[in-house]
């Protein structure tokens, strides 16, 4: 079985591009969580999908994130514009159940913004 | 205030040997999760070991073990017999408010173990 995948590994763009992260999840998991981790610092939640609704989205950080989860299936997080701060590495994780030691991640979306 | 405290960002061990890996927690909730997760050099956060707050007995998965301490909020992973293959980035995490309450996990900074030959 095919675990959760992200594309791409490592994206370096300016400050001010957009840059779209992709995550698979396994395949039938409802849930998909999108995570943050900046150098040095916590792991931190963005937020919960449930299917293609968005369950909790308390952990974006602002209006220039924006998730999306269309037909329930992979899910895309979108950064636009970037800013130097938004550097870090983007992880994403699935789970069938609700239940977060369920939960399976991905190799995470190295993203640095010069 | 951090919720998950991780004192030790580094830590060395021989092959062979035991390591323990510190973690302490806050939460004033009577029911909670507590979590560990490994980070190898490729990437991916792998699931180790969970325990309950109203579990007994210390939570246990081959050579882990969970050194659960409720009064003292600490949750120290144990390592035994360390491999090389156990050298990677160690994160403690918190689940609080299991009953009917979020399911997203707090995380501490991680730890991470170098095992050497």
């Known amino acids: 079985e095919a675990g959760v995948t992200q594309f791409p590994s490592h994206s370096v763009i300016e400050k001010g591009q957009t840059v779209t992260l992709r995550c698979d999840p396994i395949?039938?998991?409802?849930?998909l969580y999108w995570y943050r981790r900046v150098m040095g610092k916590e792991i931190k939640f963005l937020l919960h999908?449930?299917?293609?609704?968005?369950?909790?989205e308390s952990g974006m950080p602002n209006n220039r994130f924006l998730a999306e989860r269309t037909g329930g299936t992979y899910s895309t997080l979108k950064v636009q514009p970037a800013e130097l701060e938004d550097s870090g590495v983007y992880f994403c994780?699935?789970?069938?159940?609700?239940?977060?030691?369920?939960?399976?991640f991905g190799p995470g979306t190295r993203l640095t913004v010069t | 205030a951090q919720k998950i405290t991780q004192t030790q960002p580094g830590m060395f061990v021989q092959e062979k040997e035991a390591v323990t890996l510190d973690c302490t927690y806050d939460?004033?909730?009577?029911?909670?999760?507590l979590f560990w997760y490994k980070q190898p050099s490729s990437g991916e956060m792998i699931f180790l070991i969970y325990?309950?707050?109203?579990?007994?007995q210390n939570a246990t998965e081959g050579r882990y073990s969970l050194n659960f301490q409720k009064a003292r909020k600490s949750a120290n992973l144990v390592i035994s017999a360390s491999q090389l293959g156990d050298s990677a980035m160690y994160f403690c995490?918190?689940?609080?408010?299991?009953?009917?309450?979020?399911?997203?996990?707090?995380f501490g900074r991680g730890t991470s173990l170098i095992v050497h030959p």
């Open positions: 995490a918190m689940r609080e408010g299991m009953a009917g309450g979020s399911y997203i996990p707090t």
């Open positions: 325990q309950g707050s109203y579990d007994e």
């Open positions: 395949s039938g998991h409802d849930n």
């Open positions: 994780a699935s789970s069938q159940g609700g239940t977060v030691y369920e939960q399976y």
């Open positions: 999908f449930v299917k293609e609704s968005k369950q909790d």
């Open positions: 939460t004033s909730d009577q029911s909670y999760g």
